[in-house]
């Protein structure tokens, strides 16, 4: 179900910081007469992801997570559920 607001939204099931089961949704919110790409985290606030911010946001998660791997990475061998597996 689209939020007010919202279209063409794609929930992406993960889980929060606790464990606990959360979602990120991504899609077009409207803005005005126009739609803008946006991401919230369950039913929490819209995040706008303008077209220049949303590479720099894909730049940001990948380098966090090749410095992970550099750091620690290679050695997360936890037994616990992985989301999408």
């Known amino acids: 179900m689209n939020a007010q607001g919202w279209r063409y939204e794609r929930a992406i099931p993960t889980v929060?910081?606790?464990g606990e089961p959360t979602r990120v949704v991504v899609g077009l919110i409207e803005q005005g007469d126009r739609l803008a790409a946006a991401l919230r985290v369950d039913d929490g606030k819209?995040?706008?992801v303008?077209?220049?911010t949303g590479g720099e946001l894909l730049k940001a998660l990948r380098e966090t997570l090749e410095s992970?791997?550099?750091l620690d990475g290679h050695r997360d061998l936890t037994s616990g559920p992985r989301v999408g597996r």
Do not use: C
């Open 46 to 48: 819209a995040a706008l």
């Open 68 to 70: 992970w791997w550099r």
């Open 50 to 52: 303008p077209l220049e």
């Open 16 to 18: 929060d910081a606790t």
